[in-house]
């Protein structure tokens, strides 16, 4: 599976991005899919996740309702919805798939696509 992250870029506080993961290969599907980030100088931390079937998520608890995973297997994408951005959100965000129930720590996930960075100015 190859990944690609797209949808970074600069975004005043308050605002709002949604990044997209877009994967290769017919069985996208059967792989849960995680969002994770690093800030520099700080270790990669988990933000979101989802199930292959999308049902079922999973947030970090900064979150805290302002971001939103989901997915379309039509089309091979998983999107992070992220609104409400503050400057501690500045980050790299990276996806990552995984052909078990999902999880919220990077060890267990399978492949990874390249980052996307998210800059939030104050």
């Known amino acids: 599976v190859q990944l690609q992250a797209s949808g970074g870029g600069l975004v005043q506080a308050r605002g709002s991005l949604r990044l997209s993961c877009s994967a290769s290969?017919?069985?996208?599907?059967?792989?849960?899919m995680g969002w994770f980030r690093q800030a520099p100088g700080k270790a990669r931390e988990f933000v979101a996740a989802?199930?292959?079937?999308?049902?079922?998520?999973r947030y970090a608890g900064f979150v805290k309702g302002r971001f939103t995973v989901s997915r379309d297997n039509a089309r091979n994408t998983v999107y992070l919805q992220m609104n409400s951005l503050k400057p501690e959100d500045t980050a790299v965000y990276c996806c990552?798939?995984?052909?078990?129930?999902?999880?919220?720590?990077?060890?267990?996930?399978?492949?990874w696509g390249q980052g996307t960075l998210v800059t939030v100015s104050s």
């Open positions: 290969g017919r069985t996208f599907g059967s792989y849960s």
């Open positions: 989802i199930s292959g079937g999308g049902i079922n998520t």
């Open positions: 990552a798939a995984r052909g078990r129930w999902y999880s919220s720590s990077a060890d267990e996930y399978d492949y």
